[in-house]
């Protein structure tokens, strides 16, 4: 078991920037496939962008493909997810998840959640 703490969230303005991070600890961090899901009010939790364990492979959804880059620094065990360009439609709690294996935007495939930082972009 892996444990997962978002940070980076805020208010920002349409067309401005965050950077999320996703600090781990306990268990072996290199070894885990990180996913970063969002959810907004009223509406399922989504895929955003998955990384394997190694780094090499990264996915995005289609809603956020050219303006998310999601990345990792396995000697800091954390996770990262730079979003730029950020449209109020975006705005979402926004959850990090790690998961043996390969990345996949299958959320039930995560059996390790942080708790969530919130985004929110005003227009």
């Known amino acids: 078991q892996v444990h997962l703490v978002e940070s980076g969230g805020g208010l920002v303005q349409a067309g401005g920037s965050l950077r999320l991070s996703c600090a781990a600890s306990g268990g072996t961090f290199s070894s885990y496939s990180i996913g970063w899901f969002r959810q907004a009010p009223g509406k399922e939790r989504e895929f955003v962008a998955s990384i394997s364990w190694y780094g090499a492979n990264t996915h995005y959804a289609d809603s956020v493909k050219g303006r998310f880059t999601i990345s990792r620094d396995n000697a800091k065990k954390t996770a990262y997810l730079q979003m730029n360009s950020l449209k109020p439609e975006d705005t979402a709690v926004y959850y990090c998840?790690?998961?043996?294996?390969?990345?996949?935007?299958?959320?039930?495939?995560?059996?390790?959640w942080g708790q969530g930082t919130q985004v929110t972009v005003s227009s």
């Open positions: 998840a790690a998961r043996t294996g390969s990345g996949t935007s299958t959320r039930t495939s995560y059996d390790n």
